[in-house]
């Protein structure tokens, strides 16, 4: 049929992407490696899939049909308000990777959705098992490298803190990863007949991956992986064994319900109560973060601060928080540098108003709903895979609607692949309900094969472009940390038209002319990069170009902001004691050395106490002076 083999083509390609993303290895030579290897090689796959889909469209000689339902309504809906919300917030662009990515994200959602639709209505199931086997290879691998860093065999040591991170750099990607991929695994393996023998390697693979990822997880000892992938192992399970069912005909009662309701929530206390004593301090933290995410949707509590700019604008909410004096020891110890709200939902909420929220919302519950007891049978026995996939699929959005209550999965590229792929997967089963049908005529298919080509050459040639920019910017980092400043300095200069709106370059680069003491030319880089990127350090440096430029007020206005920002660090107050002390303010210097002497260390090191012991020395010093009511030489107390 001529169905199938463009299907599997277009399956074929995409299947490169959930399959591979994850397991490409952080390219050293690229600044921010780890993230950026990703997003150049996802770009570069979907311009490969969107020639294939340009070419198939353009050659067609049936008429392109589509199919909407209630989730593909959900979906655009909410990817209509994020371009509106993104076009007007200030120094977001049309090439904002975060809004480049989620359109990619949805074309993708949709193409996966017509494959498998397709090829269901047709009675195939080729291109449908190799997405699956694909789909659940991608977390074999990250199980298997994870478990080889475990026993200490990792083929690309690095020196990242974390032992156990897998290709991410960081466990709690790894887990949300992993926990997004184990139960529509188990939902293959349970879920798939064993006597349909045409699908006896999907079952296989199922297997082999949900044991792995079982054998990872819980080394990652992040919580909400834990809780995700156990309300998506759940939905499997009463799937297979229909626990509703035999809940209901064992406890017939009414009060034996109300029995079950009350252990039920005592098992969540219990559960809850031994996750948050675990790890308090993550869990208060968590709680911290959450607080002054609330504080940023009461100032902004229609529209939200704006589209992805949540990582810019938390900082400086959790300054004025500190500032103010509303925060208390407790907080002040576990106060971080935070770019992501550790809860999707309250992050579309802080960056995009309620509308954000209740869309996504939408999009999870279509899911969930729509595919429930709504398996289509197929003409040549295919239901065992169809049922399968539907409630797997339905663990699977499941366990993403749970993670991201604690964490942020969806700011994670591999894993957002994997919940486009999910809700794809999902859309494809609903076979009632709200449906919209429309087609195209073959000259209007190859009008938009022509428009898709354009576009996929536009989206290559740009991932070409910025990986030889990201290079270059890597190579002047690394030159800027061996303190070879004027080579860094030719590099960035020659970078900065194509990365004049990225906020972390402007950083870098203005925190090159800081260190170089061309104070006038790195504050104009600086206060730009403020618009668009935030970091204590971005603050510091700042206030460093205004004190040597003896604008005292903006730097202390700076070093201060900076302190309060994550006030469990002592360097800003530090350069803030100093600051006090070249203007002659002892009373302010000497309140700042108590500070500092008082603050909670979160781990001890010989900078923090080498600070401690100066700041003593301070004291002493301003303490004798102010006795013999003079003045003080900075220079005697350094």
């Not at 200069?493 to 790195?522: C, I, P």
């Not at 923090?608 to 301003?622: N, P, W, Y």
Request: include cysteine; charged fraction near 15%.
């Amino acid at each position: 049929m001529e169905y199938a083999k463009q299907n599997h083509i277009i399956v074929l390609g995409f299947v490169l992407a959930p399959l591979f993303l994850t397991s490409v290895p952080a390219l050293d030579s690229l600044m921010d490696g780890i993230t950026t290897s990703k997003q150049l090689y996802f770009y570069a796959v979907c311009a490969m899939i969107f020639f294939v889909v340009a070419g198939i469209l353009f050659v067609r000689k049936s008429v392109f049909t589509l199919e909407f339902n209630r989730l593909d309504l959900a979906v655009v809906a909410f990817w209509l308000w994020s371009i509106i919300r993104a076009t007007f917030t200030p120094y977001v662009n049309w090439n904002d990777d975060s809004l480049v990515t989620l359109t990619l994200l949805v074309f993708l959602y949709f193409l996966i959705k017509k494959v498998l639709a397709s090829e269901r209505k047709a009675g195939g199931f080729q291109a449908t098992s190799t997405l699956v086997i694909a789909f659940m290879l991608g977390g074999l691998i990250q199980a298997a490298y994870g478990l080889l860093q475990l026993y200490g065999l990792d083929p690309f040591p690095s020196n990242n803190y974390f032992k156990l991170v897998g290709s991410f750099g960081n466990p709690d990607a790894l887990a949300g990863y992993l926990a997004s991929v184990m139960p529509f695994a188990l939902g293959m393996y349970l879920l798939v007949p064993p006597e349909d023998f045409q699908h006896e390697l999907v079952r296989k693979v199922g297997l082999v991956t949900f044991l792995a990822c079982l054998l990872v997880l819980p080394a990652t000892m992040i919580r909400g992986a834990w809780l995700g992938a156990a309300a998506g192992v759940l939905i499997v399970l009463f799937a297979k064994f229909d626990l509703f069912g035999k809940l209901k005909s064992m406890i017939p009662a009414k009060r034996g319900r109300v029995l079950i309701g009350f252990v039920s929530i005592a098992l969540v206390v219990v559960i809850g109560f031994s996750l948050y004593n675990l790890k308090p301090d993550s869990a208060n933290g968590r709680l911290l973060i959450w607080k002054i995410t609330a504080g940023m949707i009461s100032d902004h509590p229609l529209w939200g601060i704006g589209f992805d700019r949540y990582a810019v604008e938390y900082g400086n909410h959790q300054a004025a928080y500190f500032a103010s004096g509303n925060g208390n020891k407790q907080e002040e110890y576990l106060a971080d540098n935070v770019h992501h709200a550790h809860n999707e939902f309250f992050q579309f909420f802080a960056e995009s108003g309620p509308l954000s929220l209740v869309l996504f919302t939408m999009v999870l519950y279509s899911s969930l709903r729509s595919v429930r007891g709504n398996v289509a049978r197929t003409a040549n026995g295919q239901e065992g895979l169809r049922e399968g996939l539907s409630n797997s699929s339905r663990a699977g959005v499941l366990c993403f609607a749970t993670l991201a209550l604690f964490s942020f999965p969806l700011h994670i590229l591999p894993t957002a692949v994997s919940f486009f792929t999910l809700l794809g997967i999902c859309s494809s089963a609903i076979s009632d309900g709200y449906r919209k049908t429309t087609s195209s005529s073959t000259v209007a298919g190859r009008w938009a094969g022509i428009l898709i080509a354009i576009v996929a050459a536009v989206l290559l040639s740009s991932a070409k472009s910025q990986y030889s920019q990201y290079s270059d910017w890597g190579d002047a980092f690394r030159k800027a940390q061996m303190i070879d400043l004027i080579g860094a300095k030719r590099i960035f200069e020659r970078l900065h038209d194509g990365f004049h709106d990225n906020g972390k370059f402007l950083f870098t680069y203005g925190g090159v002319l800081s260190m170089m003491a061309e104070d006038s030319q790195a504050v104009q880089l600086l206060e730009s990069s403020k618009l668009r990127y935030n970091d204590p350090n971005l603050w510091i440096t700042l206030g460093d170009s205004y004190r040597r430029m003896r604008q005292f007020t903006k730097s202390e206005q700076h070093f201060s902001h900076a302190s309060h920002m994550i006030p469990n660090r002592l360097y800003p107050k530090y350069l803030l004691a100093n600051l006090y002390l070249d203007v002659g303010k002892l009373s302010e210097a000497n309140a700042m050395a108590d500070s500092i002497l008082s603050v909670r260390l979160k781990s001890k090191t010989s900078a923090a106490d080498k600070i401690r012991r100066q700041m003593a020395l301070l004291k002493e010093s301003v303490a004798k002076q102010v006795e013999a009511g003079a003045g003080i030489a900075p220079s005697r107390i350094r």
